[in-house]
């Protein structure tokens, strides 16, 4: 199975600060046909996750514009531009490139 | 709008067989390219996905439990559902069902809280 490892675990913020979370691949998720099958998602304390990014880059539905999503192969990248309070709680990768689709452990932001 | 919500018997024995339901709207199973998974989330494996089914019937199945799951559907009634046999302790988790709209995982529904014991 791909093996997603995200760094950090745990993201102390401020509000406004902007932060980034890693998201490195065993295997690259490039696939044959150019396609490559990396997502985001952002689950507050309680709820289930929700998309932020899918396809590497592309903001979900009502998703906004201070997430964004880079990288390709095995090395990828969330950023959040300016921080604020209902962004905080886990973050996780998913790959669906490789079957079984696999997540990452996680990353925490908290509020510093 | 999509929702989905996922409905179960909350505890059972180990040995058991878990049947849990997943009720969607605002979508259709029978839609070209659409497609219901389903996740586990446990507080010491995280988020592992466990099946999928797409709207032409193929199915697919995480082969670390591929022997126990079974998936199916009900395009009629817009529901779809998982069995997973011979229940453990080691699978109590949270089971969510999510719609995947062509490959993009975008909602999910508030999860059914399973508890494994004797």
């Known amino acids: 199975d791909v093996v997603l490892t995200q760094t950090p675990s745990t993201l102390s913020a401020t509000i406004g600060q902007s932060v980034s979370i890693s998201c490195r691949s065993s295997q690259s998720l490039l696939d044959s046909a150019g396609n490559t099958y990396l997502y985001w998602y952002l689950q507050r304390p309680g709820q289930s996750p929700q998309l932020l990014i899918y396809l590497v880059s592309n903001l979900g539905s009502g998703v906004p514009n201070r997430f964004s999503g880079s990288g390709s192969g095995t090395d990828f990248t969330l950023k959040i531009s300016g921080v604020e309070a209902e962004d905080l709680g886990v973050y996780y990768c998913?790959?669906?490139?490789?079957?079984?689709?696999?997540f990452g452990a996680g990353t925490k932001l908290e509020l510093k | 709008q999509v929702t989905l919500k996922e409905s179960g018997p909350g505890i059972l024995q180990p040995s058991q067989t878990l049947s849990l339901t997943c009720s969607f709207s605002g979508f259709s199973l029978s839609t070209y390219g659409m497609c219901v998974g389903w996740i586990r989330q446990s507080s010491g494996k995280g988020l592992e996905w466990l099946a999928n089914?797409?709207?032409?019937?193929?199915?697919y199945y995480n082969p670390s439990l591929k022997n126990r799951l079974t998936i199916s559907k009900d395009t009629s009634n817009n529901q779809a559902f998982l069995k997973i046999t011979n229940m453990d302790t080691a699978d109590t988790a949270t089971y969510y069902c999510a719609r995947i709209d062509y490959y993009v995982m975008d909602a999910w529904g508030q999860g059914a809280s399973v508890t494994v014991s004797s």
């Open positions: 089914i797409w709207w032409n019937d193929d199915k």
């Open positions: 998913m790959q669906a490139t490789h079957a079984p689709y696999t």
